[in-house]
């Protein structure tokens, strides 16, 4: 009940295309959900975050699409870059218990030039 | 811009010895965090600290010891190093229910 399941575990697409990873969980008690990124050599970053009250947030060509009833969220990058190329971890926790979050196992994408 | 420093970013040990990982935030976070990052199995947390000479035990604390004796400063220790603690450590912190700020990571060999 504690995981959060991540796929998928690799992704190739071209530059300009439509990146998309999707996660799922079981903890219905989950409240925040971010998105990392993770560039080689360097720490995972905050990318953009969403809370279940809302069912997608924006952020540039970063879109978090969050469906409650199905315990499903998915990251998507539009127009995506090489420079998106990285590993992007989803989480989940409940606000107030940072020693509680619980990362997927992560997807490392490459955007081809 | 929150800085979580980690002081190296290889290190190569041999089984059995004592081995300390350092991280310092400048922040005055209140939480700070170790994770181990292996290839396929994600983040995973060792230990974490909610204050000073405060610690939790993560989801695989096995092997492994911490010292939190100043807020900005959280050490791991490994006390007797083995081989299948070869691996990616990350140090995080942040404020209560604010997003982790990590370091850039220690790659460790233990040979």
């Known amino acids: 009940q504690q995981q959060v399941k991540q796929s998928p575990q690799s992704l190739i697409v071209q530059k300009g295309g439509i990146s998309i990873i999707n996660c799922a969980y079981e903890?219905?008690?989950?409240?925040?959900f971010p998105w990392y990124q993770q560039f080689p050599g360097k720490g995972p970053a905050l990318l953009i975050a969403?809370?279940?009250?809302?069912s997608e947030k924006k952020e540039g060509r970063f879109t978090i699409s969050f469906n409650k009833s199905a315990k499903q969220f998915s990251l998507h990058i539009m127009d995506s870059q090489p420079g998106d190329s990285a590993t992007y971890f989803c989480a989940a926790s409940s606000l107030g218990r940072d020693d509680k979050i619980i990362f997927g196992k992560g997807t490392r994408l490459h955007i081809l030039p | 811009d929150v800085k979580v420093t980690q002081s190296s970013r290889y290190l190569v040990k041999r089984t059995g010895e004592k081995v300390f990982l350092e991280c310092v935030q400048d922040?005055?976070?209140?939480?700070m965090f170790w994770y181990r990052q292996d290839p396929g199995l994600g983040l995973r947390l060792i230990y974490f600290?909610?204050?000073?000479?405060?610690?939790e035990k993560g989801d695989i604390p096995e092997g492994y010891s911490v010292s939190r004796e100043k807020k900005e400063r959280f050490s791991l220790i490994l006390e007797s190093a083995s081989t299948n603690q070869t691996s990616m450590y990350l140090c995080a912190s942040s404020f209560i229910s604010s997003p982790l700020h990590f370091g850039n990571g220690t790659r460790l060999t233990v040979t």
């Open positions: 969403i809370r279940p009250d809302v």
């Open positions: 903890n219905t008690a989950f409240d925040y």
């Open positions: 600290s909610y204050d000073v000479k405060m610690k």
């Open positions: 922040m005055d976070h209140e939480n």
